[in-house]
T-cell receptor
Framework: AQSVTQLGSHVSVSEGALVLLRCNYS??????LFWYVQYPNQGLQLLLK??????LVKGINGFEAEFKKSETSFHLTKPSAHMSDAAEYFC????????????FGQGTELSVKP | DTGVSQDPRHKITKRGQNVTFRCDPI?????LYWYRQTLGQGPEFLTY????????KSRLLSDRFSAERPKGSFSTLEIQRTEQGDSAMYLC????????????FGNGTRLTVT
C-alpha cells in the first residue's frame, strides 16, 4: 500500500522568505509524485509532478520539488513567498499499478505574513 | 479545455434524503475519479472509471453510495439515505489513461446534511 505523510499541518512564513513544505512517501514500487494547491472553496490545481528522469522538478508559480529516493521525500520549495501563495498544499503518490489513482497526504496550510 | 465541471456547487439536505451529484470531465479524458474531502483533510479516493467501466471502489464507499458513467462521458454520484457523516466536499477529477497522467479536478460539490 502507498501512503503520504506531510510534516506540519500549518506553516507560516514572511513575504519574501523561503517556503519549504515537507512530504515523505511510502511505496513498494517506483512512485509517481505530485504536489497540488487548493484555494478556499475550489478544487485542486496541479503544481508539479515527478514520474521518471530528472529528480529536480520545476512547476508553476516558481515552485520546485526534489525527489530523493534514499530519503523517500519529495519536499516542495519556493525561494521567495508571495502573499498569493497562501493556500492549502497537498502531496500525492501514485504508481504504474494504481490505475492513475492518487493517494493524498493530509495537507499543509501555508500562511504568508506581510 | 473547458475544465472539469461539477453540479451543484452546494447541496443542503436533511438526513435520510437521497442526493445526486453530476460531474462533466474534460472531453478527451477517459478516466474519471470521485474523491471525498472533509475539513482539514486530504482528498480520499472513492471510485474511478475508465470510460464507462467502474474499475475500483474504495471500502469507504458504502452500499448507500453508487456511481455511474453510462456513456463514458459525464458521471453521477448518488448517496441514498444520507447521514450527517456524509457531510463533505465531493470532488471529481478526470485524466488521460497514462499511468502518470495528472488528475484535473473540478471545484467540488459541498454537501451539508442537517
Amino acid at each position: 500500500a502507498q501512503s503520504v505523510t506531510q510534516l506540519g499541518s500549518h506553516v507560516s512564513v514572511s513575504e519574501g522568505a523561503l517556503v519549504l513544505l515537507r512530504c515523505n512517501y511510502s511505496s513498494s514500487v517506483p512512485p509517481y509524485l505530485f504536489w497540488y494547491v487548493q484555494y478556499p472553496n475550489q478544487g485542486l490545481q496541479l503544481l508539479l509532478k515527478y514520474t521518471t528522469g530528472a529528480t529536480l522538478v520545476k512547476g508553476i508559480n516558481g515552485f520546485e520539488a526534489e525527489f530523493k529516493k534514499s530519503e523517500t521525500s519529495f519536499h516542495l520549495t519556493k525561494p521567495s513567498a508571495h502573499m498569493s501563495d497562501a493556500a492549502e498544499y497537498f502531496c500525492a503518490v501514485s504508481s504504474y499499478n494504481q490505475g492513475g489513482k492518487l493517494i493524498f497526504g493530509q495537507g499543509t496550510e501555508l500562511s504568508v505574513k506581510p | 479545455d473547458t475544465g472539469v465541471s461539477q453540479d451543484p456547487r452546494h447541496k443542503i439536505t436533511k438526513r435520510g434524503q437521497n442526493v445526486t451529484f453530476r460531474c462533466d470531465p474534460i472531453s478527451e479524458h477517459n478516466r474519471l475519479y470521485w474523491y471525498r474531502q472533509t475539513l482539514g483533510q486530504g482528498p480520499e479516493f472513492l471510485t474511478y472509471f475508465q470510460n464507462e467501466a467502474q474499475l475500483e471502489k474504495s471500502r469507504l464507499l458504502s452500499d448507500r453510495f453508487s456511481a455511474e458513467r453510462p456513456k463514458g462521458s459525464f458521471s453521477t454520484l448518488e448517496i441514498q439515505r444520507t447521514e450527517q457523516g456524509d457531510s463533505a466536499m465531493y470532488l471529481c477529477a478526470s485524466s488521460l489513461s497514462g499511468y502518470d497522467s495528472p488528475l484535473h479536478f473540478g471545484n467540488g460539490t459541498r454537501l451539508t446534511v442537517t
